[in-house]
Each structure stands twice: as C-alpha cells, then as structure tokens.
C-alpha cells in the first residue's frame, strides 16, 4: 500500500481539464512545500512535471499546474492532447526519517 | 544537459547482490543528488536513495539494511548494490539526479532486474 493516496485512473476528453488528486497526512504533503509529479509513459522513464507543489521545470507546457490545501495535492492538466495519455505519479518528501513517498499512480485516459 | 545510463546484469539469483551502475556524462557527480528508484513490473514506483555532493547518503528505511550507494568522481559514476534478493526486488531500476526538491530532474532509461534462480 502506497503512503499516498491517488485514484487509480481518471479520464477526459481533448480540451478538457482533469485534475488528479494525491492525499497524504500532516507528516508529509501537509508539512513540506515539496510535493513533485510524475508523468509516465509505457515503457519509458518518469519525467519530472511539478516540483514543489507548484514549480513547472523548464520545457513543461503551462497545460500543466500544481497546487496544494491541507494534506491534499493536486495536478490539473488543461486543454488535454492525446499525448498525456500516461500514469501519473505523486511524490512528497515525509520528513528526515522517511525521505520520499509516492502515491499508487493514475492512470489518465485521453477519450 | 545531464545524460544518466543504467547498467548491470539482468538477472540475479535469489540471496545474491543486486549490483547497478549509473554513467552520468554532461554534469558533475561533485554536485546535486543522485538516486535510485525502482518499478516493480505493472506497479507503482519507489525510491530507494540517494547520494549527495559531500558523499552522505539516505536510504528508503524499509531497505536501509539491504541497501548500499556508492560513487566513484574519478569515473563519474555512482552504484547500487542491495543485498539477499528475492523475487520481490525484481523491477526496473531507474538513476535520477537533481537538487534536493526536484532530485527527479534527469532520469535514465532504466534498467529491468530479474530475480530468479
């Protein structure tokens, strides 16, 4: 069982906005401003989409934002494109003793 | 910009040493965070640990007592080695490097790990 909790998969359609959600506790997504995103596409590497809750790294499209209340994160894509088809992956840092958890994935379908 | 490669052997049998290699070209490894991670075949992913510029390391403490990363600056590479494998370490191991907050930044391609006799 992963330390974070995201839903398994969501779904929409091209131009849509989803948004994906990642539920953890006050010991790590509501303590740390250090919250990143993952996106995965079969058989490849995870790339890097959001870092800290909120940070976009250079080159990922502004389609993609991060944010954060409590010890709830969310990533929201707009104007979805079939190419973010792909799991998505949650990552927060859990204190000196724990370092960095994950959540489970989502699975995004571009209808 | 920073390229990371995996490298090891493919299959290792069960109470061995899992042993992996990270190749980084483009960047020091004098600077930033350099991690594992590992993907169980169709699951989720985990992080293992990391090495940073002084040296010090942190690992997942669930495999803390398995666990060893090391790096050589002369060759620029930094390794993975965990110890008494069973078939549940078998996964894509993937290197990464970054700063503290973003220490997913760059990643290797991966590399599948079988654990099997």
């Known amino acids: 069982q992963s330390a974070l909790t995201q839903p398994a998969s969501v779904s929409g359609s091209p131009g849509q906005s989803i948004t994906i959600s990642c539920t953890g506790t006050?010991?790590?997504?509501?303590?740390?401003?250090?919250v990143s995103w993952y996106q995965q596409h079969p058989g490849k590497a995870p790339k890097l989409m959001i870092y800290?809750?909120?940070k976009r790294p250079s080159g990922i499209s502004n389609r993609f934002s991060g944010s954060k209340s409590g010890n709830t994160a969310s990533l929201t894509i707009s104007g979805l494109q079939a190419e973010d088809e792909a799991d998505y992956y949650c990552?927060?840092?859990?204190?000196?003793?724990?370092?960095?958890?994950f959540g489970g994935g989502t699975k995004l379908t571009v209808l | 910009q920073v390229q990371l490669q995996e490298s090891g052997p493919g299959l290792v049998k069960p109470s061995e040493t899992l042993s992996l290699t990270c190749t980084v070209s483009?960047?020091?490894?004098?600077?930033?965070?350099w991690s594992w991670i590992r993907q169980p075949p169709g699951k989720g992913l985990e992080w293992i640990g990391y090495?940073?510029?002084?040296?010090?390391?942190i690992y997942n403490p669930s495999l803390k007592s398995r666990v060893s990363i090391s790096a050589d600056t002369s060759k620029n590479q930094f390794s993975l080695e965990l110890n008494s494998v069973t078939p549940a370490d078998t996964a894509a191991y993937y290197c990464?490097?970054?700063?503290?907050?973003?220490?997913?930044?760059?990643w290797g391609q991966g590399t599948l790990v079988t654990v099997s006799s």
């Open positions: 990552c927060s840092y859990a204190g000196s003793t724990t370092l960095w958890v």
């Open positions: 006050n010991s790590d997504v509501g303590s740390y401003n250090l």
């Open positions: 800290e809750d909120s």
């Open positions: 483009g960047g020091s490894i004098s600077s930033y965070y």
């Open positions: 090495i940073y510029y002084s040296g010090r390391t």
């Open positions: 990464a490097c970054g700063t503290f907050s973003d220490w997913g930044s760059q």
